[in-house]
């Protein structure tokens, strides 16, 4: 099963949705970012299996339904799902770092872009595709819903989601090569 999701125009930022986001991260918290991260990556893999694939660390590739998995000390043994996941919470904490650097320039289209093209292009080298790329709009928005719960309005995922678009549409223009 292959991740296949529609293609978003992305819309351009409002002062308004740069406020409203600013504000949205400020609740997040640095202190959220593993929990976040862990959480938008496993929420990726069920929606998109096949990424699972592109990850190049043997004990993530070889943990078997490890994110259903839980319990054990994982101090002697590489192949566990408490490493599977710290592996996962990481990278998503990594993800969600990146988000905070874009979120500091969200008002400045130059420097958002350019950051963009350079995330494109160092995945790119993944072999990570655009429809990988736009896997990041549900799982973004499912782990700010979880995470935010009420606080997560229509107003903040309509300003997210207009970011998101943008950071998929940017990133896949690097990772496609089309520059335009």
């Not at 994110?67 to 998503?92: S, V």
């Not at 093209?117 to 799982?139: R, T």
């Not at 973004?140 to 995922?157: I, P, S, V």
Request: glycine share 8%; with cysteine; charged share 30%.
């Amino acid at each position: 099963m292959g991740c296949s999701q529609a293609k978003v125009e992305p819309e351009s930022l409002t002062p308004d949705d740069a406020r409203i986001i600013r504000e949205t991260w400020k609740m997040v918290g640095r202190e959220a970012y593993g929990e976040y991260g862990q959480r938008l990556m496993l929420r990726i893999f069920q929606k998109c299996p096949d990424i699972k694939a592109l990850w190049q660390n043997p004990r993530i590739m070889n943990a078997t339904n490890a994110a259903t998995t839980t319990g054990g000390d994982d101090a002697d043994a590489p192949n566990t799902a408490n490493r599977w996941k710290m592996d996962l919470r990481n990278h998503g904490s990594k993800f969600f770092n990146s988000l905070d650097d874009l979120i500091n320039v969200v008002d400045k289209p130059d420097e958002l872009f350019k950051m963009l093209h350079d995330i494109g292009l160092h995945h790119k080298g993944y072999e990570v595709k655009p429809e990988h790329i736009q896997a990041i709009v549900d799982g973004l928005n499912h782990t700010m819903e979880f995470g935010l719960r009420d606080k997560w309005t229509d107003a903040r995922q309509k300003s997210f989601g207009r970011l998101i678009n943008i950071i998929v549409a940017q990133t896949n223009k690097a990772l496609t090569g089309d520059e335009k």
